[in-house]
Each structure stands twice: as structure tokens, then as C-alpha cells.
């Protein structure tokens, strides 16, 4: 059974930072996009951040760009975001997801096939 699951989310005030770890199971994601999305109350989905199968390969939000850094370590199937200079905008639900064709990157939230449960990211002002 797939596995992915998110910690490290909480609340921290404006431009604090935090760090979101994704540990994966029950199959290896060496050949596979992973990202991190968040959505907020009334908002759509969005993706954060991708990163290819090797790391070499990277995609940011607009929004989160120059503050955000997504980055894997494949022997740990782990991955993370370190998120820094957080704003009450990035308040949302964080999750981790999987892209499951190999050797193809993925920048579409519609893309990812596996997902975690999610984590709460809440900055206060």
C-alpha cells in the first residue's frame, strides 16, 4: 500500500519559517516527480513546488518563489520543504503528492496520482 506521509506543519507567526518532511512507502518515487500543493479554505488547489526524480529539476509557485525550497533525498524516500519568510497567505493545508509515470516531470496539480493526508500550515500576523 502507497504511503505518503507529511509532517512539521504548525503555527508560526509572519516570517517565520518551517519545514515540511514527506516520507514515502510501500513503493519507490526514485523515478517520480514529487510535489508539495496547498489549499486553502475557498481556494483551489495549488502547486507549490516540484522537484524532479534525481533533484536536478525544480518548480515554484510564484507566490512562494526566493522563500520556498523543495529538495529529496531518494535513499531516504523523503521529501521536504523548507519554507522561510512565511506570510498569513500561506496559511493552507500542505499536502505531499506523487506523479506516478517515471521520468517525467510534472507542474500540474492534476498530474499527481498519490497523495498524503495533509498537514496544517497556519502563519499569524
Known amino acids: 500500500q502507497v504511503q505518503l506521509v507529511e509532517s512539521g506543519g504548525g503555527l508560526v507567526q509572519a516570517g517565520g519559517s518551517l519545514r515540511l518532511s514527506c516520507a514515502a512507502s510501500g513503493r519507490t518515487f526514485s523515478t517520480n516527480t514529487m510535489g508539495w500543493l496547498r489549499q486553502a479554505p475557498g481556494k483551489e488547489r495549488e502547486l507549490v513546488a516540484a522537484?524532479?526524480?534525481?533533484?536536478?529539476?525544480?518548480s515554484y509557485a510564484d507566490s512562494v518563489k526566493g522563500r520556498f525550497t523543495i529538495s529529496r533525498d531518494n535513499v531516504k524516500a523523503t521529501v521536504y520543504l523548507q519554507m522561510n519568510s512565511l506570510k498569513p497567505e500561506d496559511t493552507a493545508v500542505y499536502y505531499c503528492?506523487?506523479?506516478?509515470?517515471?521520468?517525467?516531470?510534472?507542474?500540474?496539480?492534476?498530474?499527481?496520482?498519490?497523495w498524503g493526508q495533509g498537514t496544517q500550515v497556519t502563519v499569524s500576523s
Open positions: 503528492a506523487a506523479y506516478s509515470a517515471s521520468w517525467r516531470f510534472a507542474t500540474r496539480p492534476e498530474d499527481y496520482d498519490y
Open positions: 522537484i524532479s526524480w534525481s533533484g536536478s529539476r525544480t
